[in-house]
Structures are given as structure tokens and as C-alpha cells.
Nanobody
Framework: QVQLVESGGGLVQAGGSLRLACAASGRTVSTYAMGWFRQAPGKEREFVAGISWSGGRTYYADSAKGRFTISRDNVKNMVSLQMNSLQPEDTAVYYC???????????????WGQGTQVTVSS
């Protein structure tokens, strides 16, 4: 089992920044690909960013490219999502996820955190 706990969400004005963190524990987390997803009210959960187990490969949704950066620290078992130039449409609950292979699809992940709320005001 892998346990994931997100933190760092909050309220920010448009154009501002937030840094989300995901603390992982349990099985050898450093061997898992990690991802961030988000879900706005009334919408499907969507992919935001992903990172390979080594951190050597990162990939992003088009909406996140150039604004968000995913990173990981396998010594600390942490994954972060730096979000810059936030816009009201980024408002959502953000979820951290871990999976054997990773993917831009939810089905590629086996473990999920409880989520952290990000609200961007205009």
C-alpha cells in the first residue's frame, strides 16, 4: 500500500503562485511514477502533470505547460507541483497519484490522495 497526503492548497489571486506538495509513504514509493490531477465542480477529474519514477521524464497537460512544474525528491518521498500564473479556471481540488507506469489517464494510477483545494480569484 501507498499513502499519499497533499498539502499547499489555498486561495490565491489570479496571476499568483502556489506550490503543492505530496508526501508519500508505504511501499517503495521511489519506484512509482507520480502524477497530479485536478477536478473542478461538475467536471471530470483531469490530468495536470506527471513524472517518471526517476524524475527524468516529465509531461504536462496543455493547460499546464509553461506555467506548472512537477518535481520529486525520492529521498524525502515527496512530489511537488509549482503552479505559476494561476487563473480562475485552475480552481479545483488537486490530487496526487502514484502508479506503476504512470500515464495521462486516471487508469494509469493505483493510489490517490484525498486532495487539496486550490481556489483562484479573479
Amino acid at each position: 500500500q501507498v499513502q499519499l497526503v497533499e498539502s499547499g492548497g489555498g486561495l490565491v489571486q489570479a496571476g499568483g503562485s502556489l506550490r503543492l506538495a505530496c508526501a508519500a509513504s508505504g511501499r517503495t514509493v521511489s519506484t512509482y511514477a507520480m502524477g497530479w490531477f485536478r477536478q473542478a465542480p461538475g467536471k471530470e477529474r483531469e490530468f495536470v502533470a506527471g513524472i517518471s519514477w526517476s524524475g527524468g521524464r516529465t509531461y504536462y497537460a496543455d493547460s499546464a505547460k509553461g506555467r506548472f512544474t512537477i518535481s520529486r525528491d525520492n529521498v524525502k518521498n515527496m512530489v511537488s507541483l509549482q503552479m505559476n500564473s494561476l487563473q480562475p479556471e485552475d480552481t479545483a481540488v488537486y490530487y496526487c497519484a502514484a502508479g506503476t507506469y504512470g500515464s495521462m489517464r486516471k487508469e494509469g494510477y493505483d493510489y490517490w490522495g484525498q486532495g487539496t483545494q486550490v481556489t483562484v480569484s479573479s
